[in-house]
């Protein structure tokens, strides 16, 4: 089970819901222990609501329940630039997210048992400018769907690509991605790819044009942006990989582009990059075998 709790706090808790009636969030989860109910929380962190003292207190707070907690994520906030009339929040910046990585290290320097539990979301590192932790500190990673261990993932994905050998691969290929991603992909995937099998890489970093540039993330990117985003390539790729999660299961875009519009419009051979990295170099190689 995972459970939103954000602060332990019950004013701040309310504040955050934006609701005056709702149950004290650690009777809801005492009565979930009692029944042997074990749980994964969530604290998205919004800078002057739950961040310092009350951060703090809600991570010692929720480790009291020892064993029944299986980990423990802090997430920056996301805001859209669609906030009118809406309280005003400030979003994660750069200093903020170093206090806060200094502050976990130092947490779990001092609480052993927290190692495993307590994760932070790769976009405080992305925006720190700090190291991507190893994979031993996502323990199994119970929290990737959340944005935590993503990018670890994809980094010890990438050595693996120099096991593939055999079919045909493009010579020129096109990225697009969001912009907290393009210089990761651009320093690690880029590189190793033109190193290892010379392949020409262009990556296009597209801004969020439906929530807005605050919104970073690759895999909200609409139909609209990626149509955008095809016509920076400068390259002529023989292929052009999006995304894995930019569709639904009916094929549409966030902003309801059908999928086969962009194919049928686009200069370039589309292809959704695998849900899986480590099949990077087999899905270049899919698509290069399709459109001979």
Known sequence: LYVSVHATDEVVRRALLGRK???PIMDQLSAMAEHGIDFHAQIVLVPGYNDGEILVRTVEDLFTFGEHLLSLA???VGLT???QNLPHIDPVSPELARRIIDWHWEYLRRNRSARGILQLADEFFLLAGREIPPADYYANYPQY???VGM???FLDSVPQWGNFS???LPRRVGIITG???APVFERTGAKFLAERFGIQIEVIP????LFGKTVTVANLLSGRDIAAALKKFSTNPEVVIIPPRTVNRDNLFLDDVPLSQLVKNSPYPIVRAPEDPREFVRALSFACAQNQ
């Open 21 to 23: 009636n709702i149950p």
């Open 74 to 76: 802090v997430v920056p």
């Open 81 to 83: 630039e669609h906030r």
């Open 145 to 147: 769907e959340n944005g």
């Open 151 to 153: 990018v670890r993932d």
């Open 166 to 168: 055999g079919a045909k």
């Open 179 to 181: 912009t907290l991603f």
């Open 206 to 209: 597209q801004s969020n044009t």
